[in-house]
């Protein structure tokens, strides 16, 4: 087997500060979006609101284009997911500008919010902590409510940590899917992953070892690349069979952000995982009271599985 491979690079560093959306830092502004009082009417002068999209860093506060830096300083407010986050975006480029949080908690009711500030002429960006907003961050009711009310949308492309991680990970792959972060148990892990297709996704550093280690029991040869800290400091990109690179981690341990990408499996791998996932839903919902025949129908109606065979295997798995 070949072993792990580790490569780094030296951008400047972006960590984290704790969440607080009520910190104020640098010198902007943070406010309630409610407050500002020349958006409640509608504009006399024909202005045009929007909601501009736009995507920051995912480290290396360099990296944002020029597009959404003027926006940022153009727009009325920046919605933001942690305003203590984006003040250091906004203060590293000499932007000074109000900001409000938009974070999973209160999307919901500050929608109205800032649309009503749109609707009255005003622009109104919206970031996340890194990368593009609503892909596996806030910001996705808020661009269905924009889009339901008929309301100008804009999004200004830029960083994104899947595609970033796709680039670098040296797992060819002209046809690949994201699928955002990976659930808890490792055996749904292994039946999302378990897919022809090169797979990326977001793993916490607490649960990497255990999703690493649930692959390797199915497939010790499977290429991974554990993509961490990407375009940052301390940038890592570990790539190898998944039973080394779990090794590898589970030895020195995990810190940081990691983007996660898992090379396809054979089409008759991915059919039998198919099929094993179909058959513990059978078992399950037997347990649960059901005859097996009418349980093996529902689940062959869903899955696209054969009730027969199914009725067939869970008897001979019994």
């Known amino acids: 087997m070949s072993t792990p491979e580790t490569a ?13 959306d009520r910190a104020t830092q640098g010198t902007g502004a943070t406010e309630d979006a409610g407050t500002s009082a020349d958006h409640d009417a509608a504009p006399a002068d024909g202005r045009v609101g929007r909601l501009v999209v736009c995507a920051t860093p995912i480290g290396n506060l360099e990296d944002v284009t020029a597009r959404v830096l003027r926006t940022l300083a153009e727009a009325a407010v920046v919605a933001c997911e942690d305003t203590r986050h984006t003040r250091r975006l906004l203060d590293r480029h000499g932007i000074r500008q109000r900001t409000v949080s938009l974070h999973e908690h209160n999307e919901a009711e500050r929608s109205g919010e800032l649309l009503d500030r749109v609707r009255a002429g005003e622009v109104v960006a919206l970031v996340s902590d890194a ?3 609503v892909v596996s961050d806030p910001g996705g009711r808020l661009v269905a409510a924009a889009r339901d009310a008929g ?15 796709i680039a670098t990970a040296g797992i060819v792959a002209d046809r690949w ?12 892990v292994v039946a999302l992953l378990a897919h022809p297709e090169t797979s990326v996704a977001f793993e916490s550093p607490n649960r990497l070892v255990a999703t690493l280690r ?27 069979p998944v039973a080394e690179v779990a090794a590898r981690f589970g030895e020195s341990g995990v810190r940081g952000e990691v983007t996660l990408v898992v090379a396809g499996v ?8 198919d099929r094993s996932v179909a058959l513990d839903a059978v078992a399950e919902l037997v347990e649960a009271g059901a005859r097996a025949k009418s349980a093996a129908r529902v689940v062959a109606g869903l899955t696209g599985q054969s009730a027969n065979e199914l009725y067939r295997a869970l008897h001979e798995r019994d």
């Open 214 to 240: 649930a692959l390797a029991a199915i497939d010790p040869d499977r290429v991974v690349a554990v993509c961490r800290e990407l375009t940052k400091l301390h940038e890592e990109v570990v790539r190898g």
């Open 151 to 165: 309301l100008p949308v804009e999004v200004l492309p830029g960083a994104s940590a899947p595609v970033t991680a």
């Open 177 to 188: 899917r994201f699928v955002g972060f990976l659930p808890r148990r490792g055996d749904d």
């Open 266 to 273: 054979p089409e008759a791998a991915a059919d039998d995982a």
């Open 131 to 133: 990368g593009m907003p």
């Open 8 to 20: 780094g690079t030296t951008d400047r560093p972006d960590d984290r500060d704790d969440r607080d």
